[in-house]
């Protein structure tokens, strides 16, 4: 059984990547057209406010992810793997979480849904981000 942590960033992960492929509409949108599937509770509630958060500071997350990587085009990055970062970027914001734990998690989130490259190259770019930010 997952912890309720790592449930509530899962279902923000799906959050965003639905948000991202439907062009990026409202999330609140987003979260009421999702919410009826996972039911209501504090997962739930977390999952929505990890995701506003993501959804709302896209653009400086994306510029942070562009800038740490250096040998990559941002346009080149899978949705599941920009919305992880969002995502860990958002909770990195926060500061409420240890950046380390915000690192892992994203690392686990890239395992369960994404490719097999996707966890190393997250971990690369939120350490770089993580340590430009002096966060690390």
Do not use: C
Request: charged fraction near 25%.
């Amino acid at each position: 059984m997952l912890r309720p942590e790592t449930r509530a960033r899962a279902r923000a992960l799906q959050i965003l990547y639905a948000w991202d492929q439907r062009g990026q509409p409202s999330i609140e949108s987003v979260i009421a057209h999702l919410a009826p599937l996972w039911g209501p509770g504090p997962a739930l509630d977390r999952a929505a406010d990890l995701a506003a958060k993501a959804a709302a500071g896209a653009a400086d997350f994306d510029r942070d992810v562009a800038d740490a990587a250096h040998h990559w085009r941002f346009e080149r990055l899978g949705a599941i793997e920009r919305n992880i970062l969002r995502l860990a970027l958002a909770e990195l914001a926060e500061g409420a979480t240890p950046v380390r734990v915000v690192l892992d998690e994203a690392v686990r989130l890239a395992h369960w849904f994404a490719g097999p490259k996707a966890p190393g190259f997250v971990n690369g770019i939120l350490d770089a981000v993580a340590r430009d930010a002096g966060a690390l």
